[in-house]
């Protein structure tokens, strides 16, 4: 296994107008699932396809482990790479599919016969293994083109969105698959995403993006609930934060938002005067009762609809705010017109101007 690493890594397109990627450093330790996750447009695809060799960087260098291989072309670099759509080839069946790269490789026929076994039985794909590519829906040619990949024993792996353009069955399939898989190889992986829920739930690291840059880079659960910029708190999340801005000051109650809470609040730790700050808060960690309870203010219920796992999505008006609340099946049922709403202290994310999180803290005035 290698880790990958890029250094003070650059990419322009049309003379310096577009910049895909920007100065960017990074160390993906070896043998972890990373993620590459941000919107369209953001310079994921451009930096997976840097580290493929299949585009060249501006400026900056890429490493595997400690050998440079910046200069090298895609062949040399010995990665295996899955793309959006299957690439497989036509007129054979899976068991040829999976075992034509082997046969460059000069291996015996008994060494070829037990890696096309080992990746088949991973990806659950036995019953497909003789089967003609032709009769094949495109989830399960998707799988070919993972086992393909995988069979190699390649140095590293990389995934450009391979599970985009399937249908939503195949989608479910193959996530489970690769997570299976993902578990037991221990690869170095790097794995191009726009969708959450698959970064989520397949990465052990997820490298956030945003304008060419990696704005944060951690475990999918601490990079959900502690959001170091506005950017993750909004595109983490269906849906993403709620905020709240408002004037705060040191030591002193908070501003203009003092009607989201029951009690007076201060601001711990914030270095100087008044300053503007947001308040972040997930639409699941905002309490709503038909009793009012100690904390809780009163709102009006604008909106209430299901959604995934029986859960209410709940839109309420708290004083001159708008926000949003996910409830459970036997709470959203019960709600009318109005609510009691909390925002508990501890679920605050607090985020300065310039969108990341500042050196201070919400508590409860004494």
């Known amino acids: 296994?290698?880790?990958?690493?890029?250094?003070?890594?650059?990419?322009?397109?049309?003379?310096?107008?577009?910049?895909?990627?920007?100065?960017?450093?990074?160390?993906?330790?070896?043998?972890?699932?990373?993620?590459?996750?941000?919107?369209?447009?953001?310079?994921?695809?451009?930096?997976?396809?840097?580290?493929?060799?299949?585009?060249?960087?501006?400026?900056?260098?890429?490493?595997?482990?400690?050998?440079?291989?910046?200069?090298?072309?895609?062949?040399?670099?010995?990665?295996?790479?899955?793309?959006?759509?299957?690439?497989?080839?036509?007129?054979?069946?899976?068991?040829?599919?999976?075992?034509?790269?082997?046969?460059?490789?000069?291996?015996?026929?008994?060494?070829?016969?037990?890696?096309?076994?080992?990746?088949?039985?991973?990806?659950?794909?036995?019953?497909?293994?003789?089967?003609?590519?032709?009769?094949?829906?495109?989830?399960?040619?998707?799988?070919?083109?993972?086992?393909?990949?995988?069979?190699?024993?390649?140095?590293?792996?990389?995934?450009?969105?391979?599970?985009?353009?399937?249908?939503?069955?195949?989608?479910?399939?193959?996530?489970?698959?690769?997570?299976?898989?993902?578990?037991?190889?221990?690869?170095?992986?790097?794995?191009?995403?726009?969708?959450?829920?698959?970064?989520?739930?397949?990465?052990?690291?997820?490298?956030?993006?945003?304008?060419?840059?990696?704005?944060q880079y951690d475990s999918p659960r601490e990079l959900y609930a502690n959001p170091g910029d506005v950017f993750g708190g909004w595109f983490l999340g269906n849906p993403g934060m709620n905020f709240f801005e408002g004037l705060f000051s040191n030591g002193s109650k908070a501003g203009a938002n003092v009607s989201l809470f029951a009690s007076p609040i201060n601001l711990n730790g914030l270095t100087g005067g008044a300053a503007n700050l947001t308040l972040g808060i997930r639409p699941e960690d905002v309490k709503i009762s038909t009793e009012k309870s100690c904390g809780a203010v009163q709102g009006t219920v604008l909106n209430k609809s299901i959604i995934v796992g029986g859960q209410y999505l709940i839109t309420l008006q708290v004083g001159d705010q708008r926000c949003k609340a996910k409830v459970p099946a036997t709470v959203g049922r019960q709600l009318g017109k109005n609510a009691w709403v909390e925002f508990p202290i501890e679920k605050i994310r607090l985020f300065g101007m310039d969108g990341h999180q500042p050196e201070a803290s919400l508590a409860l005035a004494p």
């Open 1 to 215: 296994m290698l880790d990958i690493r890029v250094d003070n890594l650059r990419k322009e397109f049309d003379g310096g107008k577009v910049v895909a990627v920007r100065d960017l450093s990074m160390t993906f330790p070896a043998g972890t699932t990373t993620c590459l996750l941000g919107p369209s447009g953001c310079g994921k695809t451009t930096l997976m396809r840097i580290i493929a060799g299949l585009e060249s960087s501006t400026s900056g260098d890429v490493y595997f482990g400690d050998e440079r291989v910046t200069n090298y072309s895609t062949r040399r670099r010995n990665i295996g790479m899955v793309f959006q759509y299957p690439v497989v080839y036509r007129g054979i069946n899976v068991r040829e599919n999976i075992e034509l790269p082997l046969k460059e490789e000069r291996l015996s026929n008994a060494e070829r016969s037990q890696r096309v076994e080992e990746v088949v039985t991973l990806l659950e794909m036995e019953d497909a293994l003789n089967r003609d590519i032709a009769s094949l829906d495109n989830g399960t040619r998707q799988k070919v083109a993972v086992a393909r990949a995988v069979a190699r024993q390649p140095r590293i792996i990389l995934f450009d969105e391979p599970i985009t353009n399937v249908d939503i069955n195949a989608k479910l399939q193959l996530k489970r698959a690769l997570k299976e898989l993902f578990t037991r190889l221990n690869q170095t992986i790097i794995y191009v995403t726009h969708d959450q829920t698959e970064a989520m739930t397949l990465a052990d690291k997820i490298a956030l993006m945003r304008d060419g840059e990696i704005v």
